[in-house]
């Protein structure tokens, strides 16, 4: 590996995350001098973020690693709900491919996994530097040559990588990211809540290994946008609830998400599943909402920025998505300053190439694609009106009293026209045909 | 002048949970003694002043030491030996002292032995005393101020209802308390750099032990249970703005019977 | 009949040693004896038997002067070897701790020290002592033909003393003198201040930057009929209060009725002073501090604004 000559390293990553440690991966293979800087203990410390990642685009982006990973269930059971007031419809896919090998999603604990993935890139010569903290960036003549840390510590790079997570400080320090407003950025609450794996196997009808997703919508936000998931680990279970920051300033009462957290929990759609366990992690996060407005200047002179401190992420009714963003964006942003190395050029014309390459592929793309998601779901009835509609109408449906009971479809028809035959529903309707 | 530093790495004891009264311990990362990390500082101090000299750090441990080791190295040791080999494992304190003084014997020339007052998990305070007897070496324990010079040292040390000011030749032995120094974070280049210091990995064989004298097979204190206190806490926050907080503290402690007692 | 031999720096120690020793040596068919050194320690002989001992041995050697670890740890091994002895217990003040060590080793002897409970057991003595930092509590014994054990004062109650009689063994020990001199020694300010004892304790941790500020909570204190502690901060470092009131592993271990801590994070090698009392309350600036996971009240908030108002909430309460 090129040894540092006067003081001096060829990239420094700021953030030991999914993004950080994929672009450390990448250049380190590539014999490229590179530090990776984590504020934790170790990598994933305190990453509480995350759940459920999708193999796919791991796969394509950084083949054969993930064989050992220390992934926690593969995901057999997709299920999405409905809640109404004391009522809620599920919606589940239990599909035979769910289970064929290479498997289509893990659920993961970040702690374990940014760890294990941390020794790999150490393996692989990268220079894994925990317990420090990035705390602002060199400039020099308009272009970023370092980070400082803490009083007197720095570290000079030819790149320094962004890496930093949602609200990026080095973003923001080097002039790329500016202040955010809330409409762009959700609040989410998350516990681990731990129970043998046998109790989670039962509960959830699962076999060894295999895992449930859930995520839910409706009154648990009480009309706010945002929703609710729940993950099976190996002996715990991941539950959060997600609040767009904008509706959650609107809300009057104000409401704190752990409160949210809290009635959601002593759902009893919920209580059961997490009865006798123990909540063995706490944790408060941010998550962009903002799709790609809020995508910030992805590089400049001596700086690229990936994964959540770009942005990237996508938090879509059906699918909170993120980490394989992270990973995509670290892979290219390395390919992109193996090329720069190549020319010797990290300018920001030289980096330029890692904007062309994600414009290319999916992040961007999909990115682009959702564009109009956060204004549908803006819409206050979809998380309140509508999941009300759908369980009055279920309940009629499945109600048997001693009255003579109308024929099902004429139930469906004349409930269906009275709460979705409205010109607001036929709107959103056309809305749904955007996205 | 060359010193000896003894550290030991432990797990991070704020990161422990508790299970059904038995410590978790995998996946605890280790971090090095908070009081010997006071050791090395003034081994760095005592070299800086001096202007000359050797500095090396003796470590028994497990293999994470290989990567632990480079803090000390980078805070200013010159050079690392590491007692990893698994036959070690399992020692008590006195074993500990045994293989370290084994160590030292080997590392031959040293002046000055530095090793905390006690251990973060430990904290026996065995093992430097069981090693100065086995170096025959003089002592001086609890030491919060350090003075060498020409072939003695002079220390003043923190007793219960006193301090002693004590003064000794050399090569001697020395443990310090917390409050001796404030130990520096070593920069990111002196971490690099560390890599490149000279590491010695020593097995029993090395120093000249059987694995039969070592680790587990030579303790002498068994451990029969070690478990957690059983705790119950009411975990109440009080809410609202202080004068509603207090008023609610003092009705709660009134009602519990604590107060104007 | 073996021996457990007794040996503290303070005799107040030495003396609930003994009174626990007469308890075991029932059980483990043993006699208590006590090791008296240094400069006209003889004269101690009387109060030693009175508390229990069977047997006394002195020695005023020159060597014994001032206590060197070295030197003392010489006397009493040889002491140890001139009788039977199997156990030695010492008090586990700094210096008893520094003596079991090389007194252990010298007896090729495993060793335990700060112990906090010491029993009888299958022949043997188990004992109790913190392990992890605090986190746990370790039961161990010694699998060694001889066993020295270093006891936490106040670990056993002082037995009645009584009018007996009891052998005295002069010895003349064969002893070097030390390689270590005491050239100066000053004496803490006494306290006589009795935490353990405390119904009521407050302590004040790191948080408090202000000394001036120990103002409102020396009041908080008289309110509550407190005794005032503290974490190793305060005491070692910036000598706010003597040790005797730092409470922890290296401190004090109470058992208040109430314990409010101040400006205090809660790390083990403090909270493990206090985990036995009864409630606990918190006041810090950061909730997340660790100490309110053990906490039964807490407040979050600063304590130079909450402590002056719980202290008028406690003059005028409505
Ligand atoms: C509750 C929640 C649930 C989620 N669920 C999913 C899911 O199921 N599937 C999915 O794909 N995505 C999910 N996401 C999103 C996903 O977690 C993120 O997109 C992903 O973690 C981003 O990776 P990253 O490496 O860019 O940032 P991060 O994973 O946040 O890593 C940033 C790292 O940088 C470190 N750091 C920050 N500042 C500094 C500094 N100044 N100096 C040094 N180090 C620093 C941090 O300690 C951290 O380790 C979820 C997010 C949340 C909050
Ligand atoms: C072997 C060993 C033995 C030890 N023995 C002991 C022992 O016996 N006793 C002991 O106490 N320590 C002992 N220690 C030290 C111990 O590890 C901790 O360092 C110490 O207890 C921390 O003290 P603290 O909580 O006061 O300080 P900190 O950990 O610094 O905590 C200060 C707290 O004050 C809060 N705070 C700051 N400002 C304010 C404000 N304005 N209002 C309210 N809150 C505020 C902060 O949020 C923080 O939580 C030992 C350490 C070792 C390694
Ligand atoms: N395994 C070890 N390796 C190196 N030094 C040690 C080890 N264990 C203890 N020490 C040293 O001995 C001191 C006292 O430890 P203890 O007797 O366990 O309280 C520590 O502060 C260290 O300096």
Redesign the interface.
């Known amino acids: 590996m090129a040894e540092a000559d006067e003081g001096k390293v060829e990239v420094v990553i700021v953030g030991a995350g999914l993004a950080g440690l994929s672009a450390a991966y990448v250049l380190a293979q590539a014999g490229v001098d590179t530090v990776v800087v984590e504020r934790g203990d170790y990598p994933g410390a305190k990453n509480v973020t995350g759940g459920r990642v999708y193999m796919a685009p791991l796969r394509h982006y950084l083949p054969g690693l993930w064989d050992d990973a220390p992934f926690e269930r593969h995901v057999t059971r997709e299920t999405l709900t409905m809640m109404a007031e004391d009522a809620s419809t599920a919606i589940t896919l239990d599909s035979g491919r769910f289970r064929d090998e290479p498997y289509h999603s893990y659920t993961l604990l970040r702690g374990t996994f940014d760890r294990w993935f941390g020794d790999k890139v150490a393996e692989a010569g990268a220079f894994v530097l925990p317990k420090y903290r990035a705390d602002n960036v060199i400039m020099e003549d308009g272009r970023v040559v370092g980070i400082v840390m803490g009083e007197e510590d720095e570290i000079r790079a030819d790149v320094v990588v962004a890496a930093d997570g949602v609200l990026s400080l080095i973003a923001e320090k080097a002039g790329l990211r500016k202040a955010q407003e809330p409409g762009h950025y959700a609040v989410s609450a998350k516990e681990v809540i731990e129970l043998p794996a046998k109790s989670i196997e039962q509960r959830f009808n699962l076999g060894p290994d295999e895992g449930a997703a859930q995520l839910y919508f409706g009154a648990l936000t009480k009309g706010m946008l945002g929703g609710g998931f729940l993950y099976t680990n190996k002996e715990s279970i991941s539950l959060g609830i997600v609040v767009g920051i904008g509706s959650l300033l609107e809300k009057e009462p104000k409401l704190e998400v752990h409160e949210l957290l809290e009635d959601f929990k002593g759902r009893p759609e919920i209580r059961n599943l997490i009865a006798e366990g123990e909540t063995v992690e706490y944790s408060a996060h941010v998550i962009p909402e903002g799709g790609i407005r809020a995508v910030p200047r992805l590089y400049s002179d001596g700086i690229v920025v990936i994964g959540e401190a770009a942005g990237l992420g996508l938090n879509v009714l059906l699918t909170v998505r993120g980490m394989e963003f992270a990973v995509a964006s670290g892979v290219m942003a390395a390919e992109a300053i193996k090329e720069a190395r190549e020319r010797q050029d990290y300018s920001a014309s030289s980096l330029a190439r890692y904007q062309e390459l994600l414009a290319e592929s999916f992040v961007l793309k999909d990115l682009e694609t959702f564009r109009h998601v956060l204004d549908f779901m803006e819409n206050p009835r979809l998380f309140g009106y509508y999941p009300q509609a759908v369980c009055d109408i279920f309940t009629d449906l499945m109600w048997i009293d001693e009255k003579p009971k109308p024929k099902i479809s004429s139930t469906v028809i004349r409930k269906g026209l009275s709460k979705f035959g409205k010109w607001a529903t036929v709107r959103d309707a056309l809305r749904v045909l955007r996205i | 002048m060359d010193i000896v530093v003894c550290m030991k790495q432990v797990p991070d004891l704020q990161q422990i949970r508790i299970k059904d009264r038995q410590p978790i311990l995998e996946n605890i990362p280790l971090v090095w003694g908070d009081i010997d990390k006071n050791a090395m500082e003034e081994a760095v101090k005592v070299k800086g002043k001096l202007g000359t000299g050797k500095i090396t750090v003796v470590a028994k441990g497990s293999d994470k030491l290989q990567q632990g080791i480079l803090e000390p190295l980078a805070m200013g040791a010159d050079e690392a030996v590491l007692l990893m080999d698994p036959a070690f494992a399992g020692s008590d304190s006195v074993g500990t002292a045994k293989i370290l003084a084994k160590a030292i014997e080997k590392i031959g020339s040293y002046d000055l032995v530095i090793l905390g007052e006690g251990s973060t998990d430990n904290y026996s305070g065995v093992v430097a005393s069981a090693l100065a007897e086995l170096l025959n070496l003089p002592e001086i324990t609890y030491v919060r101020e350090l003075e060498v010079e020409d072939g003695k040292i002079r220390a003043v040390r923190n007793m219960e209802e006193s301090f002693e000011v004590m003064e000794a030749g050399l090569p001697a032995l020395v443990t310090v308390a917390q409050e001796i120094n404030q130990p520096r974070l070593p920069k990111f280049m002196d971490i690099r750099k560390a890599g490149a210091k000279p590491k010695h990995e020593w097995g029993p064989a090395d120093i000249g032990l059987s694995t039969e004298e070592v680790g587990q097979k030579a303790r002498r204190v068994e451990t029969l249970s070690n478990l957690a206190p059983e705790q119950d806490r009411k975990n109440i926050m009080l809410q609202g703005d202080h004068d509603k907080q207090v008023g609610a503290l003092v009705d709660a402690l009134t009602k519990e019977g604590v107060l104007g007692r | 009949m073996s021996e457990i031999l007794v040996y503290s720096y303070a005799d107040e120690t030495a003396f609930e040693l003994i009174s626990a020793s007469k308890g075991f040596a029932g059980q483990l068919g043993a006699t208590v004896s006590a090791a008296l050194l240094g400069e006209g320690a003889g004269a101690k002989a009387s109060d030693y038997f009175a508390y229990g001992a069977d047997k006394v041995y002195v020695s005023e050697h020159p060597a014994l002067r001032d206590f060197y670890?070295?030197t003392y740890?010489e006397a009493l091994k040889q002491i140890a070897e001139s009788g039977d002895v199997e156990f030695v217990l010492i008090g586990s003040?700094?210096?008893g701790?520094?003596?079991?060590?090389?007194v252990?080793?010298?007896l090729d002897?495993?060793?335990?020290?700060?112990a906090n409970a010491v029993r009888a057991k299958d022949g043997n003595l188990?004992a109790d002592?913190?392990?992890?930092?605090g986190?746990?509590?370790?039961?161990?014994?010694?699998?060694?033909p001889k066993k020295v054990i270093s006891v936490m004062p106040k670990t056993f109650e002082l037995g009645p003393k009584e009018v007996r009689q009891g052998e005295v063994v002069k010895l003349d020990l064969d002893l070097k003198e030390?390689?270590?001199?005491?050239?100066?020694?000053?004496?803490?300010a006494?306290d006589k201040v009795n935490l353990e004892e405390a119904?009521?304790l407050i302590c004040v941790g790191r948080g408090v930057q202000a000394k001036e500020d120990l103002a409102m909570i020396e009041e908080l204190a008289r309110l509550?009929?407190a005794e005032i502690g503290c974490t190793?901060t305060p005491a070692?470092?910036w000598q706010w209060f003597s040790?005797?009131r730092m409470v922890g592993?290296?401190g004090k271990k109470c058992k208040p009725?109430?314990y409010v801590s101040i400006g205090i994070s809660g790390?083990?090698?403090h909270t493990v002073g206090v985990?036995?009392s009864?409630?606990?309350?918190t006041i810090n600036k950061d909730?997340k501090a660790?100490i309110?996971?053990?906490?039964?009240?807490?407040?979050?908030?600063d304590y130079a604004?909450?402590v002056p108002?719980?202290s008028?909430?406690?003059k005028s309460?409505?």
């Open positions: 670890v070295g740890a003040s700094k210096r701790k520094e003596l079991a060590g090389r252990a080793q010298k002897a495993g060793a335990i020290t700060d188990e002592r913190y392990s992890l930092g986190n746990t509590l370790a039961s161990q014994v010694i699998t060694t030390p390689p270590v001199k005491v050239v100066e020694r000053r004496e803490k006494g119904e009521i509550l009929g190793k070692s470092d040790e005797e592993l290296s009725i109430l790390q083990i090698q985990v036995d009864k409630i606990i309350v909730e660790p309110f996971a053990m906490t039964d009240y807490g407040i979050v908030g604004v909450v108002k719980l008028e909430k406690l309460p409505r």
